[in-house]
């Protein structure tokens, strides 16, 4: 595969494996205030993110191409509030959807149709995380400081699961 797009795909598989740590962290701040739900909500995307990885990982591998694993940053241990946490959650987000941008102007601008096919996927899952986090922020903020809120908000979000992958998918 080009030398480019190789490179690119394996900073942005450090960024995906980041984005799991992120959320661990995330996770054990939730589970450190007791809000179950929310450290499980959290779990699942720890595991979704990983995925994420593997699949950049694959698909260097199937094209022969290097995967080169990096050192994954420090993320952030604490925040201020639930809500503080659910914001920066988005805004992680929408700086993973730029970064996919960014990979499909250069898979375009280099006529790598396969790996331009390989980040559509990418680019229709980054408007549901984005969607996702957002619809999170929305209640956190709807119900402000009180405590009732806020624990009906944890235990919704604790009903998540890991959705099985497709049968045959590289997941
Ligand atoms: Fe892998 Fe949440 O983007």
Known sequence: ????????????????FYSSYLYLSMANYFAYHNLEGMAQWMRVQVE?????????IDFIND??????LEQIDQPKTDWASPLDAFRDAYEHECHI???????VDLAIKDNDHAANTFLQWFVSEQVEEEAAAQAIVGKL???KDNSMGLLMIDQQLGT???AAPAAGAAE
Do not use: P, W, Y
């Open 1 to 16: 595969m080009d030398k480019k797009i190789e490179k690119a795909f394996n900073e942005h598989l450090n960024a995906e």
């Open 48 to 56: 979704e993110e990983r995925i994420h990885g593997m699949k950049f």
């Open 63 to 68: 094209r022969g191409g290097r995967v080169v």
């Open 97 to 103: 959807s730029k970064r996919i941008n960014q990979l």
């Open 141 to 143: 903020e709807l119900v």
């Open 160 to 162: 998540r699961t890991l």
